[in-house]
């Protein structure tokens, strides 16, 4: 699977919400740094992100740009009410290994109805 399509496959389980299945396209081994927070290391941080993650807020990705370099996809999304960001995704062997992503947290969080944590993640 080409970086290209494994991003598109992540898009796909984001927007069925199912952790599980995102989990599992990252290397046991890989990194998650999320701009707004400390980078995550390990399949399993990143997992408890996204059961967090979905368990507080309705997301849904939409593509606007997807590009491929070399073992990097690069993803420009927007969600339906007008958040947007990026993604950076270093895939080698058919995984994650390394991902950045870039959004406004406190605009994220406004736009979900969810009060502004003292941590990003909680305790």
Not at 7 to 26: C, H, K, M, P, T
Not at 52 to 77: Q, S, Y
Not at 89 to 113: A, K
């Amino acid at each position: 699977m080409t970086p290209k399509q494994l991003v598109q496959e992540w898009v796909r389980r984001f927007n069925e919400g199912d952790v599980e299945g995102l989990a599992s396209l990252y290397a046991s081994d890989a990194v998650n740094h999320q701009v707004v927070m400390e980078p995550l290391h390990g399949r399993a941080a990143i997992r408890g992100m996204f059961e967090v993650e979905f368990g507080r807020a309705a997301m849904t990705c939409l593509v606007e740009n997807l590009f491929e370099d070399g073992e990097w996809a690069i993803l420009e999304w927007r969600d339906p009410g007008g958040l947007r960001g990026c993604g950076f995704f270093r895939v080698r062997d058919g995984m994650i290994v390394f991902q950045r992503g870039y959004f406004d947290q406190l605009s994220f969080f406004r736009q979900q109805g969810i009060a502004v944590p003292e941590r990003y993640l909680g305790d």
